[in-house]
């Protein structure tokens, strides 16, 4: 069984080596923007492992889940948890940091949003993208929530690995009506590409979601975040036009 220091360094290592670097080097790759929290540490694993994107050049901008990624004319400090405003004041809602994404947001021929979304964040997802200096011809990509339910690993050791593969979990109901919410914000726009994650994984709308890949290894260690087999399943799930790049423009 891995542990859990080596799969928290799965979740995040690649991603971070891309964290805080000012602007995009001037070539002729395609320049794509991850913003996000530890959902966009994960998406940026299945690019990886799926081969998606190849040869773009990355950046990310890490908002916390505890602060959401929102740009509006409301307090975002309403909405937050007492205890975590001060955090996300120095980290998030600051001028610096701000000018940082926005200069980013700005270069980038792809800008993807990956977060686990609250409700609150999620209703005015819209807007956020609005308010955020993007180029006009920049592809804007929405990737949804993902939950797995509890993860009870010392329960599945005793499953035998041909059976683990029909294992469901049910999700949370948060999670759904989130979900739900997302869909119906983005569904009937092009502007903006919305990825049903929880549909590609678990089926439109279901209550449940797979704990294991058809070949009986652990999608999630925690519920929430992928395992590198994980990663590497939700990368074949995905429509292959979605994530592929066209040819650079010269």
């Known amino acids: 069984m891995t542990s859990a220091a080596a799969r928290t360094n799965y979740v995040i290592s690649r991603y971070h080596r891309l964290y805080n670097r000012i602007g995009f080097s001037d070539n002729n790759q395609t320049k794509v923007l991850l913003i996000g929290d530890s959902f966009s540490q994960d998406f940026y694993n299945i690019i990886l ?6 040869n773009a050049a990355f950046r990310t901008s890490y908002v916390g889940v505890a602060c959401q990624i929102y740009r509006g004319e409301e307090d975002p400090f309403g909405f937050i948890e007492k205890a975590n405003r001060p955090l996300c004041e120095n980290l998030v809602y600051n001028d610096r940091f701000i000018s940082m994404q926005d200069m980013l947001a700005a270069e980038a021929d792809i800008v993807i949003f990956a977060a686990n979304w609250q409700k609150w ?17 920049a592809r804007i990509i929405v990737i949804g929530r993902k939950d797995f339910g509890a993860i009870a690993i010392k329960e599945y050791l005793n499953i035998p690995i041909e059976r683990r593969s029909a294992l469901r979990n049910e999700v949370s109901p948060d999670h759904l009506e989130t979900n739900a919410i997302m869909r119906r914000e983005f569904e009937n726009q092009t502007a903006i590409e919305f990825v049903d994650l929880h549909e590609i994984i678990c089926g439109e709308a279901s209550p449940t979601c797979p704990v ?10 925690d519920g929430a975040h992928l395992t590198e087999a994980g990663a590497k399943h939700i990368g074949s799930l995905f429509p292959s036009p979605l994530l592929k790049l066209p040819p650079p423009q010269t």
């Open 49 to 54: 492992e799926a081969g998606f994107f190849n």
């Open 212 to 221: 294991f890949t058809p070949e009986g290894l652990l999608i999630s260690y």
């Open 121 to 137: 964040s999620a209703e005015r997802l819209r807007q956020t993208i609005d308010n955020m200096p993007t180029a006009q011809t």
